[in-house]
């Protein structure tokens, strides 16, 4: 089997925390051990999957919302969106008046004129405990992202905004202010197909574990889809299996459900 893991609520903690639990880690582990492939599946780019997740141990990764696989240490794909696209978006996000952070495998990039709101300035403080680099600019000559993602108040100008970006990206909210664009042609979904493929494995042999809207595609890719404990109940609904609460141990009850460990 391979199992594809969202990392924010589904193995580290959605809160202040950030927390890993052990018994997540050891399910892993062993479920790596038993000869099944472990991999992660998230809409962080590769830059921003932390050394202490990538310790835990996992054969490949799949970020960025399908823009970027890797399989085993070898990088099957790296799409980046052209740079006019970049930088009718930057002009068009300044105009909605939102706050972004464009992701890129190898970088970040703000934009120093937009206001900063709320989860902007959570995101900010965080990635300077992590020590992330989050000074880049969009004015900078090597501007260019793969997604990103953006908040918006009620000053924001969103249906501008999801007009301006249809052609190009699926829109995302993730609600309380926060959303996120992914390139059109591009998901976990398809992430999911391109790694079995390389490996040769059906579909039918994928599980795939996540807890927020933005874990649709990837669920909806697998006839084995898990819901994390806390997940919204439409994400619910639509899984095969509800596991536990991240904290109470939801990982291994869900790899112990398909009898990986």
Request: glycine share 10%.
């Amino acid at each position: 089997m391979i199992v594809f893991f969202d990392i924010d609520g589904t193995i580290i903690s959605d809160d202040e925390k950030h927390i890993v639990p052990d018994s997540a880690v050891n399910a892993i582990r062993a479920a790596r051990k038993n000869g099944h492939l472990m991999y992660i599946n998230t809409g962080r780019t590769i830059m921003n999957v932390e050394q202490t997740l990538r310790d835990i141990g996992f054969d490949g990764y799949v970020c960025g919302c399908g823009t970027y696989i890797e399989c085993g240490g070898e990088v099957l794909l790296n799409r980046t969106v052209p740079k006019d696209i970049c930088h009718d978006m930057a002009r068009l996000i300044y105009e909605c008046d939102m706050s972004p952070v464009y992701e890129r495998s190898d970088s970040f990039f703000i934009d120093k004129r937009a206001r900063e709101l709320g989860g902007f300035a959570a995101l900010r403080a965080l990635f300077k405990t992590q020590g992330k680099e989050f000074s880049r600019d969009i004015r900078d000559a090597d501007f260019g992202f793969d997604k990103l993602v953006a908040w918006y108040d009620e000053k924001s100008d969103l249906e501008k905004f999801k007009r301006g970006t249809e052609k190009e990206f699926d829109y995302i909210d993730r609600g309380y202010g926060f959303c996120e664009l992914a390139v059109k042609g591009f998901s976990k979904g398809t992430g999911i197909d391109m790694v079995c493929t390389h490996y040769g494995i059906p579909v039918s042999n994928a599980i795939a574990i996540g807890d927020s809207l933005n874990d649709l595609p990837m669920l909806s890719a697998v006839p084995n889809s898990v819901a994390m404990g806390k997940s919204a109940e439409g994400l619910k609904k639509m899984s095969v299996f509800v596991t536990k609460d991240l904290y109470d141990n939801g990982i291994e009850y869900a790899l112990k459900h398909f009898n990986l460990i």
